[in-house]
T-cell receptor, first 112, second 112 residues
């Protein structure tokens, strides 16, 4: 079946602009995660959605970052007033509850 | 100090060699240990999943966990050029590997 998809693949924006990154999880997966991978760094946890529970936002680096998940499926990560240090690969993963996380290909964000 | 330390490499070995990849960690609460493989411009894919201490073997891959030393390893036997990728260790104190904490990743090249 189809895996996790993310769009856009690449995004170039100017400092101060807002960006929205989209994640389509594997159908039926109840859990959805966002991670950030900066150059030369490992993946950094951002936020976790599980079913209808309140999301775990403990990894969001600042209040410029927010995410929502509509209808228990598609998720959008929004970064407001982007800064150059936000440049990274943003990865989404989904899982069937407490099982293995399957990752999408990521969105490469470059803030000029 | 990072919770999970991993030598970023790069590591270059000839085809057929045995490869040893390692991570150390500081959080004694970690119970679930994983190794992910990430090809260039792709999302990570799960290779090995281990709970608590011990060894696990899957084909040419063997994962070892030594909780007393807070040290995990991944061994690749009969390495192939197709094994060339970045290998990320990850761990969690939650069942089902929620909120993974990743190492920086080791970039591995297998030379034909």
């Amino acid at each position: 079946g189809a895996g996790v998809s993310q769009s856009p693949s690449n995004k170039v924006t100017e400092k101060g602009k807002d960006v929205e990154l989209r994640c389509d999880p594997i159908s039926g997966h109840t859990a959805l995660y966002w991670y950030r991978q900066s150059l030369g760094q490992g993946l950094e946890f951002l936020i976790y959605f599980q079913g209808n529970s309140a999301p775990d936002k403990s990894g969001l680096p600042s209040d410029r970052f927010s995410a929502e998940r509509t209808g228990g499926s598609v998720s959008t990560l929004t970064i407001q007033r982007t800064q150059q240090e936000d440049s990274a690969v943003y990865l989404c993963a989904s899982s069937a509850g407490l099982e293995t996380q399957y990752f999408g290909p990521g969105t490469r964000l470059l803030v000029l | 100090q990072k919770e999970v330390e991993q030598d970023p490499g790069p590591l270059s070995v000839p085809e057929g060699a045995i490869v040893s990849l390692n991570c150390t960690y500081s959080n004694s609460a970690f119970q679930y240990f994983m190794w992910y493989r990430q090809y260039s411009r792709k999302g990570p894919e799960l290779l090995m999943y281990t709970y608590s201490s011990g060894n696990k073997e899957d084909g040419r891959f063997t994962a070892q966990v030594d909780k007393s030393s807070k040290y995990i390893s991944l061994f690749i036997r009969d390495s192939q050029p197709s094994d060339s990728a970045t290998y990320l260790c990850a761990m969690s104190d939650h069942e089902g590997a929620q909120k993974l904490v990743f190492g920086q990743g080791t970039r591995l090249t297998i030379n034909p």
